[in-house]
């Protein structure tokens, strides 16, 4: 771990807790700052997690504060905003939290110029754009964790069906966070092997890419419906978008940033494959695709851009 780094979690709730929870446990950072308008339950969290950092990995300080002890961050997250509700979708939470972002970011962003900005609010990529539009910082330190989520998911569905590690499974999601994401199928591998050709060389049935769709558009809304929020697994990718910006990670994930032309498309935050590091946001990649697959994606642009537009963003 690099010491003496400083994450600060805006939004106490269940993912804002879940992820100071998860980032004190991994040993990524030496001070996490809660920060919440519910002050009590920010105080609450903090002490929770705090009482068990006796036997961490690694020593962590974990206090609650405002706005102003923020300063300094080396990393801050945003969980703040309005949970989705069971039948709601992403974007139905979008002018209520754009509201809240829009109040937050002139405090945060004089405080701390120089910190990598991590968006966990739904929905993820309007407020990515959001906080780009109005913050005044380079588009590098702001990054939406899109459709990293949306990954992990359905790479644990493909590698639960070909019975071998999630971690093996070359395939992403890209686009919106939400119902349109899309899935360049023509570029997924397992060791190597086109993941249809894995199934079908093994005897085994091919996966049926319309109902894996379904299911990664799906899997936040089951969880809701079942226990009321999703928090665990989303702590787990913030937690990792953290570590890569920590340890200077260059690493690829499919996350939501501005697009400058790429497949086409212009002044629209969503989630291709970025190079991250320690300067956020290093380079966007434009993987082939298939010309279907690209227009799914601009699809998927041009659904998040009638909704900025909506929002007169």
Request: glycine content about 10%; aromatic content about 4%.
């Amino acid at each position: 771990m690099n010491r003496g780094v400083k994450i600060s979690v805006l939004g106490a709730g269940r993912v804002g807790s879940a992820v100071a929870h998860t980032i004190a446990v991994q040993g990524i950072a030496s001070q996490i700052v809660l920060v919440d308008v519910a002050k009590d339950k920010a105080k609450g969290e903090a002490l929770d997690i705090r009482q068990g950092a006796a036997v961490m990995d690694m020593p962590v300080d974990v206090i609650d504060g405002d706005y102003t002890d923020t300063v300094d961050s080396d990393i801050i997250v945003f969980t703040l905003g309005a949970a989705r509700k069971p039948g709601q979708t992403r974007l139905d939470l979008a002018r209520g939290n754009v509201e809240i972002i829009e109040s937050v970011i002139p405090q945060v962003a004089k405080l701390s110029p120089e910190a990598k900005y991590v968006v966990v609010s739904n929905p993820v990529d309007i407020i990515t754009y959001t906080i780009m539009k109005i913050s005044g910082l380079p588009e590098s330190q702001i990054i939406g964790t899109g459709c990293l989520l949306d990954t992990a998911r359905l790479r644990n569905e493909v590698g639960t069906l070909a019975k071998v590690s999630p971690k093996n499974i070359h395939l992403n999601v890209y686009g919106e966070h939400g119902g349109s994401a899309m899935i360049p199928w023509s570029s997924g591998s397992i060791y190597g092997e086109h993941i249809d050709t894995y199934f079908e060389k093994r005897g085994m049935a091919i996966p049926d890419h319309d109902e894996l769709l379904e299911h990664v558009h799906g899997a936040g809304g089951q969880v809701i419906g079942l226990k009321g929020a999703t928090f665990f697994a989303v702590s787990v990718i913030t937690a990792y978008v953290c570590s890569c910006i920590v340890h200077d990670a260059k690493a690829v994930m499919p996350l939501s940033t501005m697009l400058h032309g790429e497949y086409g498309m212009e002044d629209v935050c969503l989630s291709l494959p970025c190079v991250l590091g320690a300067k956020g946001i290093e380079k966007v990649n434009v993987p082939h695709m298939t010309e279907e697959e690209v227009e799914q994606l601009r699809a998927s642009g041009r659904a998040l851009k009638e909704i900025t537009s909506n929002l007169g963003l």
